[in-house]
């Protein structure tokens, strides 16, 4: 069972690539537009003292690009909003089998790319062949009503932070609020990381 998820995540992911995004695709549109903005989880750690107050923030880069839509991504603490913790790209587009996909991808040295979200000329010199994807990674998002919900497939996202064999990432979208749910799990599937409770709830600021 588990290698029938991997080839059928393989073919999605070489479906997903062939073509351009398609300008039509209302639910691809839709999906960005949610994803993109200013976020923060400092209501739900007001609430709950297991949680940090934390800030998400996405941007559209390389509008330009034919293939997909790109995401430019940092989380940080409330309190050191200078030094994220966690910087990535997204890439969104359809897979073959008519799921949504998020492919993920580190930056080389990306704290010189900190505060991009609000002043884009600092990635000027990024460029999509100079990023890593995280293969294995990608999520993969269906639509809901009116929310997007989507997850890595099985234990395929491989991670050695804080001894984990790997990680998994849920995630429940909408209009107002993104639900991420990280965790990271070692060789037996024996959590080391991440919340233990339930996912971060960021709330989206409105403009």
Known sequence: MKYLSVVLLALMLLQGCKGGTDLNDQDLLELKAMMVGSFSSAEQAARDTNYFDIRLEMVEIWPEEPEADWLYVEQAAAWSLEQPYRQRVYRLS????????????????????????????????????????????????????????????????????????????????????????DRGFNATGEQVWGAELGPYIFKKFIQ
């Open 94 to 181: 359809r897979s073959g089998s008519g799921e949504l996909l998020s492919a993920v991808y580190t930056l080389a040295s990306p704290l010189r790319f900190a505060g991009a979200y609000r002043d884009l000329a600092l990635l000027e010199n990024l460029t999509p062949d100079s990023l890593t994807e995280r293969e294995g990674c990608a999520i993969l998002l269906q639509r809901k009503g009116e929310v997007f919900v989507g997850s890595t497939i099985e234990d395929r996202c491989k991670s050695s932070l804080r001894g984990a064999s790997y990680a998994t990432s849920e995630v429940k979208i909408s209009r107002a609020e993104l639900q991420s749910w």
